[in-house]
């Protein structure tokens, strides 16, 4: 016999759910008013950037993590035409194997409108903005049906930001160069608001997973098939785009069925059906994301090269740095000590979910950090739950001449300013970093004119050899495949540093140019300032290409050149 969901025992009212939360069309419009808010804030600092970029200076779109968006925009570029695409971000030719639906839709939407790159990454942007947090506040309307909690809870799960301003001031007292533990301060995974300004990939797949989990409490709730197979859709979505976030849906299902099962006695037959249903219809992408790495040695080798960024979860005792505030407060809300017997499928489906991560950021995989993916959301609602459970009733103690509402208001207004700091920081620190009009988030034109050349002229199989600065623009920007591009897609990434600042270098000879050009089948030569940066000696003056008997000038415009390579220089 399958159990139906159970009414909280009195004894967890916070959790208590007699039926579906409604949402009427005002409460909407509000949220709505909140997301445009939200939105237009992130928007600021790019506005800034486009408004003061320097006359001989452009702003790139972007304003964290060059590397990585600018390989999304290559594949954006490659799927223009394609449904597989290959890697362009380094000199080896590859199998066209990757697909990824967000970049595949993209590429196709770029050819119907002719939107520029950083067009439809600005569209994009504000669209899983208004998307996570429009699911976000409906799965905190499935948990609460007070209004208020559903309030607090978005807030929280919309704008905590951890305890990395801490780390912050830590720095500025001491001195020091950088903060200790960046990644405490710039994971952006379990960040919703940093994720709409700057990762609208990761908004999305946030998005998706909550809107997965909230299907799954409903399911759960009706017994419903239907709530099951619109969570193994919303899943399949999730995978053509992050394979790897189907390490966090299944084991979430299958943690909650074991709870369920655990407090009732009987097996949850609705909850092996929905986990068995979600499993067959998203798994292939995961399947094929796994028969990339080995069908190719390419894509083999750039898997091997995670590691290069060293972006593993911090460790166990920088988490309350990361999380912050909302994250402890959460973890005083489990009530651990209630009876399982008392807690509803709520109760249970919110501990399944956020006592999973602690795990699931930890497993010994390079995507490790991903993982923090969608767990501001619960800790949002647990937090909540904890405000109302444990601190109410402590204040009310305190202040009992303080209306009971008014004191909630109060305290939630407080917590919701307490977990906001570090992201106050990061959006301040924008213009610190776009204040310097450099690279990588803006370009010289002298350089763009070069590459804009390079896209009338290069063939896709076509190499160009660059510094790292300037190489990481070349696939999204020319659909040539580049020398020096990315930290894991430039396959034996370090040794083609040295190699690019060894070509550039004025001591090097001829004959060992030559030889790194024929090696890896270089075409064309992008020399720019940024390039002859990369001899800091400079023996002679610097190295002058034009002065190489293997290279022809094909284009120049200021301190930007393009040298074509004698194809029988190279045979």
Not at 97 to 112: A, H, K, P, S
Not at 150 to 179: I, Y
Not at 262 to 268: G, T
Not at 372 to 385: D, K, Y
Request: aromatic share 14%; hydrophobic share 50%.
């Amino acid at each position: 016999m399958v159990s139906n969901t159970r009414a909280a025992a009195p004894a967890v009212p916070a959790f208590n759910r007699q039926s579906q939360a409604m949402f009427t069309i005002r409460e909407w419009l509000y949220v709505g008013a909140v997301i445009l808010v939200v939105l237009a804030l992130t928007a600021v600092p790019y506005v800034f950037a486009y408004r003061t970029a320097p006359p001989d200076k452009q702003f790139m779109g972007v304003m964290v993590n060059i590397p990585d968006h600018f390989q999304y925009f290559s594949w954006m570029r490659e799927s223009r035409d394609k449904i597989l695409v290959p890697n362009q971000l380094t000199p080896e030719p590859s199998t066209p194997l990757l697909f990824n639906f967000l970049w595949w839709t993209l590429g196709r939407i770029e050819v119907l409108t002719d939107l520029s790159y950083d067009a439809l990454y600005q569209i994009t942007r504000w669209l899983a903005g208004a998307f996570v947090m429009a699911v976000t506040y409906f799965f905190c309307g499935v948990v609460f049906t007070n209004r208020a909690k559903r309030w607090t809870a978005f807030f929280v799960a919309t704008l905590t930001s951890g305890l990395g301003w801490l780390l912050v001031v830590e720095k500025t007292l001491r001195r020091l160069p950088d903060v200790n533990s960046p990644f405490a301060i710039y994971t952006s995974e379990p960040n919703t608001l940093f994720n709409i300004l700057a990762f609208p990939h990761f908004a999305i797949a946030a998005g998706l997973i909550t809107l997965i989990f909230a299907l799954v409490l409903l399911g759960q709730r009706s017994q419903s098939l239907r709530f099951a197979w619109g969570a193994a859709a919303l899943s399949l979505l999730l995978a053509v785009q992050h394979s790897y976030d189907m390490f966090i849906i299944y084991p979430v299902i299958g943690l909650y069925a074991l709870f369920i099962w655990l407090r009732d006695r009987e097996f949850p037959l609705y909850l092996f059906k929905l986990g068995v249903i979600v499993v067959l219809v998203s798994m292939w992408p995961a399947l094929q994301a796994f028969y990339i790495t080995t069908a190719d040695d390419v894509w083999k080798g750039v898997l091997a090269q995670f590691d290069n960024a060293g972006a593993w979860t911090p460790p166990p005792y920088l988490l309350p740095i990361l999380m912050g505030l909302a994250w402890l407060l959460a973890i005083w809300a489990l009530d651990l000590k209630t009876p399982w017997r008392n807690r509803d499928d709520t109760h249970l489906f919110l501990l399944a979910w956020f006592l999973a991560h602690f795990v699931l950021i930890y497993i010994p995989l390079n995507f490790q950090i991903h993982l923090l993916s969608g767990w501001q959301v619960v800790i949002g609602v647990l937090a909540t739950i904890g405000l109302y459970r444990r601190v109410l009733p402590w204040l009310q103690r305190r202040l009992p001449h303080v209306s009971p509402q008014r004191l909630a208001l109060a305290a939630s207004v407080v917590l919701v300013l307490v977990v906001i700091p570090t992201n106050v920081y990061i959006l301040a620190w924008r213009f610190v970093d776009l204040r310097r009009y450099d690279y990588p988030f803006y370009a010289d034109k002298d350089v763009l004119a070069a590459l804009d050349y390079l896209e009338t002229q290069a063939q896709p199989d076509d190499v160009v050899l660059s510094g790292l600065t300037v190489g990481q623009y070349v696939p999204a920007l020319t659909g040539a495949r580049a020398f020096l591009a990315h930290w894991a897609q430039t396959l034996d990434f370090y040794t083609k540093e040295r190699l690019a600042q060894q070509f550039f270098t004025d001591t090097t000879t001829d004959a060992d140019r030559l030889g790194i050009l024929k090696t890896y089948s270089v075409d064309y030569v992008l020399a720019s300032d940024q390039e002859l940066a990369l001899d800091t000696a400079k023996v002679n003056g610097g190295y002058d290409p034009s002065l190489s008997p293997f290279l022809t000038e094909v284009f120049r415009q200021g301190q930007a050149a393009v040298y074509q390579v004698d194809a029988d220089s190279t045979q």
